[in-house]
């Protein structure tokens, strides 16, 4: 299965480039654990970043909030030698699944989405609210960007906004789509 799925990251990496290049549009790519522990990201991102002409500055990398995978120093150094190439790092779903504080201060990363579950019940539930507060204090202190996933009405964006939350994507600002717009 780990084989099958870095082919399928490769893929990704490859039409991802591909459909960005003659673009000024920045856009992220998910990666998971086993890449970062296969070892052969740097290679194959700098490889498409020439390639297709795009600056590293503008993709983002999503891994999912493992983040306990992520503590041995040749995963943080990977990370660390990804974010030297100028590719951004971010933590898709955070707060979803074993939140781990500490680890997240010791990589440091440029953006952090948070779990959609708590963002769509924001203005409902006082517990989703509290989670989401604690986040976006934490991403202050630590000068780490904040996007708030499943905005899916104007009210909950109003509340965002009020939450000092950097970035929002969401069905309130239109559903995905296969074509660039």
Known sequence: MTGTLSLVTKSVIEQSFKKFSNTDYEFSINITST???????????????????????????????????????????????????????????????????SRLLEFSPDYIKIDGSFIKNILTDKKSLVIVEAIVLLCKKSNIKIIAEFVHNADVQVKVDELGIDYSQ????????????
């Not at 503008?58 to 999912?64: A, C, G, P, R, T």
């Not at 969401?170 to 717009?181: A, I, R, S, T």
């Open 35 to 101: 890449d970062l522990h296969l070892g052969y990201l740097e290679d194959q991102l700098l490889k498409y970043a020439k390639r297709y002409g795009i600056s590293p500055l503008k993709v983002s990398l999503e891994m999912l909030e493992d983040i306990n995978t992520l503590n041995t120093p040749e995963i943080l150094a990977q990370l660390n030698s990804l974010r030297y190439h100028g590719f951004k790092i971010s933590i898709d779903d955070f707060g979803s699944q074993s939140s781990n504080f």
């Open 170 to 181: 969401g069905y309130c600002f239109g559903e995905p789509k296969e074509e660039l717009q």
